[in-house]
Every structure is written in C-alpha cells, then in structure tokens.
T-cell receptor
Framework: NAGVTQTPKFRVLKTGQSMTLLCAQD?????MYWYRQDPGMGLRLIHY???????AKGEVPDGYNVSRLKKQNFLLGLESAAPSQTSVYFC??????????????FGPGTRLTVL | KNQVEQSPQSLIILEGKNCTLQ??????????LRWYKQDTGRGPVSLTI?????NTKSNGRYTATLDADTKQSSLHITASQLSDSASYIC????????????FGTGTRLKVLA
C-alpha cells in the first residue's frame, strides 16, 4: 500500500499562473481533504469530499477549486495563483468522517511557492 | 471561538529524558482529541485518538491524557530518542454534525544526544 501520495512534491509558480495538485489514495477511503500549513498556524482545511463526485468548502476555500471524479483521487486547482497561496499543501483521507475511530492519513505534502 | 492552544512552542531535551507537552482547547461540543507527530518535511502521523470518555491512551513510549472537564490534554514522552525530534500537533474535533478538525500550532521538540 502506498497510502496517500501527492504530486508534485515541489512547485514554483509566477503570480497568475494556474496549476493542479493531485492526491491519490489506495485505501478505499470515502473522505478526502486538502489542507494548507503555514508557519505559526495550525493546518487549515481548504476543501473536502465525503465521496466520489462530492466536494465541500472548508475553512479557507477562496482561490481554490477541487474535483473528486474518482474515489481514489482528489484534485486541488489554483486558477490564478497569488503570493498569499505560498504554503505547504497536505492531502489526507479517512474511511469516514470525524468520528473517533476514523483516523486521517496524510500525504507527504506539496511545497508551493508563488512569486 | 473554537481554539486549540499548545505549549510550549518549542522544547529541547537530552536523549533519554522524559517530557510532557500540553494542549488546551475550547472546542464545544467535543467529540475526540488526537495527537499527531510530524517529522520535518513529512505529513502528520497519528499517535493517539481519545474520546471524551477516555482519560488515557498509550502508544509505545507515548502516553496521552485527557481531562474533558478542564478541556486539557497532555502528551508524555518517556525515555526520549533522537527520532522523537519532530513537531507534535494536537487536533480536536467537534461532535458529529459540525464537521471540523481544529489543529493546534504544534510543539517543536528537539532531542539532543
């Protein structure tokens, strides 16, 4: 089992460029999440999905879009990147939602710099 | 406002020593509390998960405690090893129906030889 994988690991963008981050999980999990981690702040939820074909906004969704066309994949898109989106992005998945025995498994992260 | 606060922000200890990290939260209603370990450049990895009815949970040399009345949790690391050097993150989630995980900012632990 690879668990949760993220592509790419690093990326540098110029302001206004677009890109897509790919998250894949091989644990047959229903729920998937995208977080960003910034210095001095806890992880913040951008968007999440409770199943194939569904998406929902998290705490900081502005400037991002997501899609969950296949159960195992969750894509995060930046249509017009801004310097404020410089961050480390983590994808996570869980069998179900926030119940006590639904552990979240995190990917290795994508470090994004927007110049 | 739902918050999770951790202390200290950073900690340096010698290999073999014990240490205790603190987590205070104001999340209500409360469902469960998790401790994660995050190595530099990696994603967080779960150490323990506790519901409001559990007051202690162990995972090897890691022991978490929870006092739901005072809304405090601690993570005790016994006989520290160099590999324990990492950030430790406390995460609290509310009762079902109010989906949200609240992440603390973490305690950065450095274990020296």
């Amino acid at each position: 089992n690879a668990g949760v994988t993220q592509t790419p690991k690093f990326r540098v963008l110029k302001t206004g460029q677009s890109m897509t981050l790919l998250c894949a999980q091989d644990m047959n999990h229903e729920y998937m999440y995208w977080y960003r981690q910034d210095p001095g702040m806890g992880l913040r939820l951008i968007h999440y999905s409770v199943g194939e074909g569904t998406t929902a906004k998290g705490e900081v969704p502005d400037g991002y879009n997501v899609s969950r066309l296949k159960k195992q994949n969750f894509l995060l898109g930046l249509e017009s990147a801004a310097p404020s989106q410089t961050s480390v992005y983590f994808c996570a998945s869980s069998y179900r939602g926030q119940g006590p025995y639904n552990e979240q498994f995190f990917g290795p992260g994508t470090r994004l710099t927007v110049l | 406002k739902n918050q999770v606060e951790q202390s200290p922000q950073s900690l340096i200890i010698l290999e073999g020593k014990n240490c205790t990290l603190q987590c205070n939260y104001t999340v209500s209603p409360f469902s469960n509390l998790r401790w994660y370990k995050q190595d530099t450049g990696r994603g967080p990895v779960s150490l323990t998960i506790m519901t409001f009815s559990e007051n202690t949970k162990s995972n090897g040399r890691y022991t978490a405690t929870l006092d739901a009345d005072t809304k405090q949790s601690s993570l005790h690391i016994t006989a520290s090893q160099l590999s324990d050097s990492a950030s430790y993150i406390c995460v609290v989630s509310g009762a079902s129906g109010t989906y949200k995980y609240i992440f603390g900012t973490g305690t950065r632990l450095k274990v020296l030889a």
